[in-house]
């Protein structure tokens, strides 16, 4: 089985009740570490524009270009359920290391201002996981452009479409992540 998250780019107003219920629930302080991101994204020139965001996470891939990076084998992925997981006490952190910044695409690896900082990202919310619960994200989610599960039956419920506006989906990696996009009339 393979969780992964579904996201309703049409639904999305940018709030970041996701990323900021992600910092509650993680205890992750006010600084450059955001376990989930919103992204803006914009296009073209008034009158004709795109506004659309991009809620991202760790993609929780099935094959994680960071697991094979890592040098000290401080990121895991659990076999039951597809879970990436980072180890902080065997993480090199970034200034000795952060070769698993490099080898994500979509730059989940996040570290906090100070020095000694070692790799941290969504961990699926594994102590809510484990209760039956949604990750954080997705029941903080006020307009519902958020759901996770075992990525077969997001599939059978919204469909498989991989890509989104902002996102570029990497086959290789196979990120475990669907979307609903929202289309842009504005190249």
Known sequence: MQMGFY???TR??????CSVACKDWHDIPAGPANWRRVINIEKGKF??????????????????ACVEACPAGAITKRSEDGVVLVDPEACLGKDS????????????????EDGASKMEKCNFCIDRLSEGKPPICVA?????ALDAGPVDQL???????????GF????????????????SKIS
């Open 7 to 9: 996201f309703d780019q």
């Open 12 to 17: 999305c107003t940018g709030c970041f009740t």
């Open 47 to 64: 009158p004709d524009v795109f506004v659309a965001y991009l809620s991202l996470s760790c993609c929780h891939c099935e094959a994680p």
């Open 97 to 112: 290391c952060g070769v698993c910044l490099e080898a994500c695409p979509y730059d989940v690896p996040q570290f906090r």
């Open 140 to 144: 903080g989610c006020p307009m519902r």
């Open 155 to 165: 599939e059978a419920k919204y469909g498989a479409n991989r890509g989104a506006e």
């Open 168 to 183: 570029a989906h990497d086959p290789e990696l196979r990120p475990g992540i669907l979307f609903k996009p929202k289309h």
